[in-house]
């Protein structure tokens, strides 16, 4: 039996913070701190989280500026990777920035990290430059770099 799973995307508020961060520090070896995270609501800052079957399974947060937007965070919970939720994050926050009338998106991501990178390519984004040992490494030693890639709308 096929049972429908209802997504909804819920604007990130300070009430779904704690909800969140536990996605957050299952995500990143490097986490925000709550305070960040909290830092990150409203003003020039936006993000929605998804639900999927009333559990919340990842979000995003962007920063809007001067017709440009920024990604700054997405994050899809560990057990719900693979599923297509990092897309439907991405394409979400792209519709967002639409409404915002953002003209240019920027973001980081780590060099290492392929499956993210292929996702952006996929949505249109390319490779602007790159910030030479930018992330702290997942292992503790070194620096790894970040890929600054765009998108017009």
Known sequence: MNQKTNNLFTPISQDSVDELMIIELACHPHPWSEKTFRSCIDGRYFGKYL?????????YVGEHVAGESTLMDICVAP????NGHGKTLLLQFIYHCKM??????????RAKNISAQMLYINQGFTEISRRTGYYPSNTG???EDAIVMSKKL
Request: charged share 20%; glycine share 12%; aromatic share 16%.
């Open 100 to 109: 915002l009338n953002t003209e240019k998106i920027f973001l980081e991501v």
């Open 51 to 59: 639900t999927v079957s009333d559990n919340a399974v990842g979000f």
């Open 79 to 82: 057990e719900q990777q693979g």
């Open 141 to 143: 030693f070194g620096y």
